[in-house]
C-alpha cells in the first residue's frame, strides 16, 4: 500500500491560483475525504496526483517516491503511478462487457494474459459483481457501473484509489448503498482511498480523517470526522458541516440579548467569558432546539413540515428565520406546534462566534 504526500503545492490555470501552498498528509492504508464547496479546488488536486495536471512549485509523493514536481523531466507519467481512478461519470465503455471493461487496462499494460484474466476476476468478486461479467453496460443500473468502475480502479493499483464524486450521480437510495460498499471494499482490501467530494454526509460516514478546504482552496481544518463535527475550528466548519442556525446577540450592559427581537429579548445562556464581545453569534444545530414546554426564549412559528421521520419547523426569531427538527415520535407526543402562533424555545450545545461565517476561531 502507499500513502501519500502533498508538499507546498501550488497550482493554477493561466494567471488563477487554485491551490497556493498546500501541504498535506495521508496516511498509508486510509480511506481519506477531501471535503469542500464546489470549484475550491478538490478535482484540481486530483488531477494533479494522478498527473494529469502539472505543479507551479511543491512535490507530491506516493510513498517515499517522488511522482511530481514543476520540472516534468522529474516527474513521472499517470500512467506509471499506479493510481486507480473512479470518475463522477463512471467512464464505463458501453461497447465492453464488464469484464473486458476490468480486463482492459491490464491488457494495456500487457499483463500476462492468465494472470490478467485472474485479477480482472478476483477484481469483478470484490465488488460483488460475480455473475454479471458478460453483461453489457446497458443492461445495468447505475450503482452496478459505478460498481464495474470500481473494478477497474482495482486492478489499475492495489496500493492507491483516487474516487472524485463517485456516487454523485446516483438517486439516494444508491448512493447510501454504495458508500458503505466503497468503504467496505477499502477495509477488506486495505488500499488507499483518497475520496474528493462536496457532499459531508457521504465524507462523515466513509472516511477515517478528512480534510475540508474553503471556497478558496485553503484546508481549514483536518481530523477524524466525529472530532471535525464536534468540535469545529470555526465558524465556517460549523456552517459548512450539517444544517445550522447563527443567531445574533448582542451585549446589553452585562447581558446579552436577541438582536432584532421585539423589546430585545433576553438571551439567558451562558457565554463563556473569552468568548464575549459586543456582538456574537449563537450556533446551534436544528435537533438543539426544543419547541414548547417552559423554553425561556420566545419564537414565532411560521411553517411546519412533516417529512416522516421528523418535523421541521421554520420558526421566526425577531427578523431572522431558524430550522427546528424534532423526532416524530416525541412530537407527536408532546404536541405538533400550530403555524402562525407563538411558541417557546430552549436551546442546548451552543457554540458562539463573532461572524456567522467565514472563520472566526471560537
Known amino acids: 500500500m502507499a500513502g501519500v504526500t502533498f508538499k507546498n503545492i501550488t497550482i493554477s490555470y493561466d494567471a488563477k491560483v487554485i491551490i497556493d501552498n498546500l501541504s498535506l498528509e495521508v496516511d498509508d492504508g486510509?480511506?481519506?475525504?477531501?471535503?469542500?464547496?464546489?470549484?475550491?479546488?478538490?478535482?484540481?488536486?486530483?488531477?494533479?496526483?494522478?498527473?494529469?495536471?502539472?505543479?507551479?512549485?511543491?512535490?507530491?509523493?506516493?510513498?517515499?517516491?517522488?511522482?511530481?514536481?514543476?520540472?516534468?523531466?522529474?516527474?513521472?507519467?499517470?500512467?506509471?503511478?499506479?493510481?486507480?481512478?473512479?470518475?463522477q461519470d463512471y467512464a464505463v465503455w458501453p461497447h465492453y462487457s464488464v469484464f473486458e471493461n476490468v480486463y482492459y487496462p491490464l491488457k494495456k499494460r500487457?499483463?500476462?494474459?492468465?494472470?490478467?484474466?485472474?485479477?480482472?476476476?478476483?477484481?469483478?468478486?470484490?465488488?460483488?459483481?460475480?455473475?454479471?461479467?458478460?453483461?453489457?453496460?446497458a443492461q445495468l443500473s447505475g450503482g452496478q457501473q459505478q460498481r464495474v468502475a470500481l473494478a477497474r480502479a482495482?486492478?489499475?493499483?492495489?496500493?492507491?484509489?483516487?474516487?472524485?464524486?463517485?456516487?454523485?450521480?446516483?438517486?439516494?437510495?444508491?448512493?447510501?448503498?454504495?458508500?458503505?460498499e466503497i468503504k467496505e471494499l477499502q477495509r477488506r482490501t486495505g488500499i488507499t482511498?483518497?475520496?474528493?467530494?462536496?457532499?459531508?454526509?457521504?465524507?462523515?460516514?466513509?472516511?477515517?480523517?478528512?480534510?475540508?478546504?474553503?471556497?478558496?482552496?485553503?484546508?481549514?481544518?483536518?481530523?477524524?470526522?466525529?472530532?471535525?463535527y464536534r468540535n469545529p475550528k470555526d465558524s465556517y466548519i460549523y456552517k459548512f458541516l450539517g444544517v445550522s442556525n447563527f443567531i445574533p446577540v448582542?451585549?446589553?450592559?452585562?447581558?446579552?440579548?436577541?438582536?432584532?427581537?421585539?423589546?430585545?429579548?433576553?438571551?439567558?445562556?451562558?457565554?463563556?467569558?473569552?468568548?464575549?464581545?459586543e456582538r456574537?453569534?449563537?450556533?446551534?444545530?436544528?435537533?438543539?432546539?426544543?419547541?414548547?414546554?417552559?423554553?425561556?426564549?420566545?419564537?414565532?412559528?411560521?411553517?411546519?413540515?412533516?417529512l416522516g421521520n421528523l418535523f421541521e419547523y421554520r420558526v421566526l426569531l425577531g427578523g431572522r428565520e431558524i430550522r427546528v427538527q424534532q423526532d416524530s415520535h416525541e412530537a407527536f407526543r408532546a404536541g405538533v406546534p400550530e403555524e402562525g402562533r407563538p411558541c417557546a424555545l430552549s436551546f442546548r450545545n451552543l457554540r458562539f462566534y463573532q461572524e456567522d461565517e467565514g472563520g472566526v476561531a471560537s
Open 193 to 228: 482511498v483518497i475520496y474528493i467530494t462536496h457532499d459531508q454526509e457521504v465524507a462523515l460516514a466513509i472516511a477515517d480523517r478528512m480534510a475540508i478546504l474553503d471556497r478558496n482552496g485553503y484546508i481549514r481544518q483536518i481530523g477524524v470526522p466525529e472530532d471535525v
Open 280 to 306: 456574537l453569534f449563537a450556533a446551534c444545530r436544528p435537533v438543539d432546539i426544543t419547541v414548547g414546554g417552559n423554553g425561556p426564549v420566545q419564537g414565532f412559528v411560521k411553517h411546519v413540515v412533516y
Open 110 to 137: 500487457k499483463v500476462p494474459k492468465d494472470e490478467a484474466k485472474k485479477r480482472a476476476l478476483d477484481a469483478i468478486e470484490q465488488v460483488r459483481m460475480k455473475g454479471y461479467e458478460q453483461r453489457m453496460p
Open 154 to 180: 482495482l486492478v489499475s493499483s492495489n496500493q492507491l484509489m483516487v474516487l472524485d464524486e463517485p456516487i454523485s450521480n446516483l438517486d439516494a437510495n444508491l448512493r447510501e448503498e454504495m458508500r458503505f
Open 30 to 87: 486510509e480511506c481519506f475525504a477531501i471535503l469542500g464547496p464546489s470549484a475550491c479546488g478538490k478535482t484540481t488536486l486530483m488531477r494533479a496526483l494522478c498527473g494529469f495536471k502539472n505543479l507551479d512549485s511543491g512535490q507530491i509523493y506516493i510513498g517515499d517516491k517522488l511522482v511530481g514536481t514543476k520540472e516534468r523531466w522529474k516527474s513521472v507519467a499517470p500512467e506509471k503511478r499506479n493510481v486507480g481512478v473512479v470518475f
Open 250 to 277: 448582542e451585549r446589553r450592559g452585562q447581558e446579552y440579548v436577541l438582536d432584532g427581537t421585539e423589546g430585545k429579548q433576553a438571551f439567558p445562556y451562558e457565554i463563556p467569558e473569552a468568548l464575549r464581545a
